[in-house]
DNA sequence: TTATTAAAAGACAAAAAGGTCTTTTAATAT
DNA sequence: ATATTAAAAGACCTTTTTGTCTTTTAATAA
């Protein structure tokens, strides 16, 4: 059951966030790797980062060292950019009701106050990168769930 | 492709309120006329009805002048209560982002930012009722997108 | 009491999402 | 060269969501 973004684009998300923690190691992890990390489908992990690298969200290298990286010259992959890749932009446009004809002009009793939902989930996707939240989740030692080494030291 | 809410959701509310608003002219609207006005495929819709029936959110009678109608003892028939029946409260707890172990104690980058949003989401689905959407749309001449009588006398 | 109306029940099917697996291609190391 | 490593490509499958349709049951009106 989906919450607010699809598996894939969670998948994807946490995915880039790791590769990019791990480039900063001067890593670069494989399929295998990613997919234990952020507790995925392996064969179904792999799938999606071979889309996002066709698009061009990520690079990757074959054979022996291989694996994913983020391209070192892009420093601004906003969250937005990846979840409209994946699922299109109907989260940020139109109702979310699903009510046909609502707008300024002539809105439905809901209009208003689903804005208010749109913007806020518009500015955290928006303002938020991927690059941003790997260094936040290392430097904070704030776990992303998917590793959970961070916070373990507590034993 | 989903926005925030399952398609089966965005029918049974619209739905829903198409029917309080009959009911506050006395009628009893049917299936065929439910479908018709919230754009909605015939069957489908007899289904989604059926199950809320059953569940208790709306009654019916069969029959010549049979059709569906809201008990006029329950004034306060939350969004969210339906939302919950279809949907499951998935949408009100946890990260939203699918992350594991994200809780005050061990939050994700996310999790602050994400909890706005959510508690955005709960306010106007635990507010808004049923009965409040069909009066608000009724009285402030306000289209719900499905029924587009109300403003369409400004030609 | 029977014809008509309309919901209830439930089988069936198409599309989308989620997931699995095999084969091919491209790197690297020996 | 060739063995090894790892991504790319793409076929295939399962589950969920969405949608369709037929048959049955219950209410009303004539």
Redesign the interface.
């Known amino acids: 059951?989906?919450?607010?973004?699809k598996?894939e684009t969670?998948y994807a998300?946490?995915g880039m966030v790791y590769i990019q923690i791990q480039n900063l190691k001067d890593r670069r992890p494989g399929v295998a790797e990613i997919a234990h990390e952020i507790?995925a489908p392996f064969f179904y992990t792999a799938k999606i980062f071979q889309r996002l690298a066709k698009q061009g969200f990520v690079r990757s290298l074959k054979g022996k060292g291989g694996g994913f990286f983020l391209d070192p010259e892009k420093k601004d992959l906003t969250l937005k950019e990846i979840i409209i890749a994946i699922?299109?932009n109907?989260?940020f446009i139109?109702?979310?009701?699903?009510?046909?004809?609502?707008d300024e002009n002539?809105?439905?009793?809901?209009h208003q106050?689903?804005g208010?939902?749109r913007d806020?989930?518009n500015r955290?996707v928006s303002g938020?990168t991927i690059q941003?939240?790997a260094l936040?989740?290392m430097t904070?030692n704030?776990?992303?769930?998917?590793s959970?080494e961070n916070?373990e030291k507590k034993s």
């Open positions: 059951m989906r919450i607010v973004f598996k969670e998300l946490r507790e699922e299109g109907e989260l139109g109702c979310g009701f699903g009510l046909k004809n609502c002539n809105p439905c009793p809901l106050q689903y208010l939902i806020e989930i955290l938020e941003s939240l936040s989740s904070k704030i776990s992303l769930g998917f959970r916070s």
